[in-house]
């Protein structure tokens, strides 16, 4: 049974910092992993797809990584805003099922 | 494009009414996904729908739970009766159909309250 992990589960830094989020899952048959970013009392916004055969994916001031046979995603954030303070989810779509499978989600805040 | 739309976005009742939720997934989507959010067991996949058909609902909880595709345009999730149990935000979600690599857009919710 796939499971994914996002550690840490809260994260406060200073404005101007980069950081890095991870996320870790079980079973390396995926069809892609997926970074999401939740504001409070909001939906979900789609931040990065990485396709299982890519290693990584740019936005803007985001990055995210995979190694899948590791079973392992980054994000990275350069020069943080407090802006950015939001829930951030992972997400892979199990190649067995199909299934979007979430982790628990990094809360995370950016102080002025 | 106006996204996914759900309504409504709030919805408080009593144990024991029934409750309706509604999504209109992205027009030329064909994969339509009801999530719930709580905070002790994050985001589970209650049921998804290709070309309307219901494909999966093992994450259905309970036989209270409902969920039906009439048309590619409209879904529902019908909770009957509501339990406290099943305060929580339901997310609907949809995506081109057949391809599993293709990104998951989400509506902004419903927030259910039963008391």
């Known amino acids: 049974k796939q499971e994914v992990t996002q550690i840490p589960a809260a994260l406060s830094v200073p404005e101007g910092e980069n950081l890095v989020l991870n996320c870790s899952f079980t079973d390396s048959a995926i069809y892609n992993l997926q970074w999401f970013r939740q504001d409070p009392g909001k939906g979900l916004t789609s931040l990065l797809l990485?396709?299982?055969?890519?290693r990584e994916q740019t936005s803007g001031r985001l990055n995210a990584s995979l190694d899948k046979s590791s079973g392992r995603s980054t994000l990275y954030i350069a020069a943080s805003q407090p802006g950015d303070s939001a829930t951030y989810l992972c997400a892979v779509t199990s190649s067995n099922t199909g299934k979007l499978i979430f982790g628990q989600g990094t809360t995370l805040q950016v102080k002025p | 494009d106006a996204g996914v739309i759900q309504s409504p976005r709030h919805e408080v009742t009593e144990m024991g009414q029934e409750v309706t939720l509604r999504c209109k997934p992205i027009?030329?989507?064909?994969?339509l996904f009801w999530y719930r959010q709580t905070m002790m067991r994050g985001l589970e996949l209650l049921i998804y729908f290709n070309n309307n058909v219901p494909i999966d609902d093992s994450g259905m909880p309970e036989d209270r739970f409902s969920a039906k595709m009439p048309n590619a345009s409209f879904s529902t999730l019908k909770i009957q009766p509501s339990e406290p149990r099943d305060s929580a935000v339901y997310f609907c979600?949809?995506?081109?159909?057949?391809?599993?690599?293709?990104?998951?857009?989400f509506g902004p919710g419903t927030r259910l309250t039963v008391l």
């Open positions: 979600a949809s995506k081109l159909a057949g391809v599993f690599q293709n990104e998951q857009f």
């Open positions: 990485i396709q299982s055969s890519q």
């Open positions: 027009s030329g989507h064909n994969s």
